[in-house]
């Protein structure tokens, strides 16, 4: 029973008996409708070409949608001229005005197969939903044709007229690009990304535009993406490991042209330092050439070493405040014997690839020079004063999270910290422990500080150091390994010292009771419910399935990214979870010249179609109609008076 100052509030909104049943009556038809459809992408890791794509296209459900409703009529070259009209209407549009195709009859044709499409993806909505997202200026010509009833003559008449005047106005182009627009926003009615935006690919700047325009979006966020907010937060660490990243794979364009980081200084200083040295161990990974900001490779490199040298510097600092986070044998600096070229790594010695350290003094290796602390000064600057980035990370804060749990799903990017014994492992912080959600929750708490609690506050300096350990320590939920062992990549030949350990969660997930555990911690029934993750790349090309735990868990990370195509053999995965099945879209690496639809594939058909009422959303508009019954009945017992005018 809700309060009366409660329902005095909703009277406002609702001042009559006729307004509150009249809501609740659009409330409860919207609840008996089908769920919306839920696309779940993971580890875009900057690929923003092949991801717009994917998005555009809603991974290929467009083209089948095309295929359902004009399969028959009309050949497959024009399905695909249709399709990728759809997915880039503007660039389209140019390229066939210079062809001179834009004809009168072009026009009537395509107008007419968009209303159709949209049509069809439109059909799970109410009309006011699909109004609602219709541009402003064409909303009541779209909401005409959509609904114009072809067996009527003088309805049909009037569909004529209304496409004559289009056409004749001059603004068919607009109106195309308008219903292609809608078609994408009416396909995709919720989308998750699991973790993991930033690094490797060329521009996660343009993601980060392509989502802060999606109209409903939610980040579960990864490690890479903890490295970039805590760079935001002007963490030292956090700040030369997106540098030394972004460099390593030639991607100057995002830093320089993206969220404008004067790079200038770096490279004076590494081409000072190291002038007489190849630096060999740090040749960039040439993956994407940079359009805006070309670097010689061989300054690259230099930069690359500089900064990573300035890294283990500061790291190694953040590891003695912390004494807590049991990192000591990562500073692997003082590890070194300058003198004889070798590192003790766990107790083993191993000889150095690369011996030539000028600014690191032996006799204190973690000490910067003062050439590094001006450099390191002017590089926080730069990314603290980045409006594009603020507006990217402000962002990320309001959409995203550790975790979350959605429609009895449970989504997070990397793991639920576990022991061996199959445990949730514990983080002790002040007097209290936390394991399993509470830690998840406890660490989302402490990047809401890193970047939010008052500059120069002790309790912002935990935080920010902090989010370094979410990038790399051994109980951080988006890192879910034992070590980094970025140091040993670079420095040692035994690849056996590059082995990084998989938190023991991602053994223990593959079965089934262990999933459904980890549901009860976060409150999701065992029955119905499933764990969405990312992280590790799925070795399809070795028989690995993204399908674990008897369908509980599925992990999509299939390998968007570049960097990772040659190990897992495609290019990612898309879960689509509509009214009536989960299904995964196996995607082949994107070719801006080639058309290629993914493999779809249906891995659990819901037992019953699946409706709004049996959502979150539902359970939001019950409460909502129950809310506004109360005040019914306070208006019609006189507890309340209507505001009739």
Sequence with gaps: MRDLAYLKLLSREYPTVRAATSEIINLMAICGLPKGTEYFFSDLHGEYEAFVHLLRSSSGIIREKIRETFGHLIPEEEEVQLANLIYYPDRNLGKIRKTGLFTEDFQKITIYRLVQICKVVSSKYTRSKVRKKMPREFAYVIDELLHVDYNDDNKRIYYSEIIHSIIDNSVADKFIVALCELIQNLTIDNLHIIGDIFDRGPRADIIM???MHFHDVDIQWGNHDISWM???TGNLACICNVLRIAISYNSFDVLEDGYGINLRPLSMFAAKVYRDDPCERFVPHILDENVYDAVDPGLAAKMHKAIAVIQFKVEGAIIKRHPEYGMADRILLEAVDFEKGTVTVEGKEYPMLDRNFPTVDPANPLELTDGEKELLKTLKASFRHSGRLHKHVKFLYSHGAIYKCYNSNL??????PMKADGNFDSVMAGNAIYSGRSLMDYFNYQVQNAYFMPEGSVEKQWAMDLMWYLWCGSKSPVFGKDKMTTFEHYFI??????????NPYYKLSVQEEFCDRIL????????????????????MKDGETPVKAGGKLFIIDGGLSKAYQATTGIAGYTLIYNSNHLALAEHMPFDPNKESSPRVSVVEKMQSRVMVADTDKGRELAGQIADLKELVAAYREGTLKERVE
């Design 230 to 232: 805590g760079a935001a």
């Design 493 to 502: 030949a035994d690849k056996k010292t590059h082995k990084e350990t998989l």
């Design 520 to 539: 009860e911690e976060f409150d999701l029934p065992a029955k119905g419910s499933h764990i969405i993750n990312g992280h590790v790349p799925v070795k």
């Design 209 to 211: 535009d392509e989502l």
């Design 411 to 416: 989504l997070y990017h990397g793991c639920i």
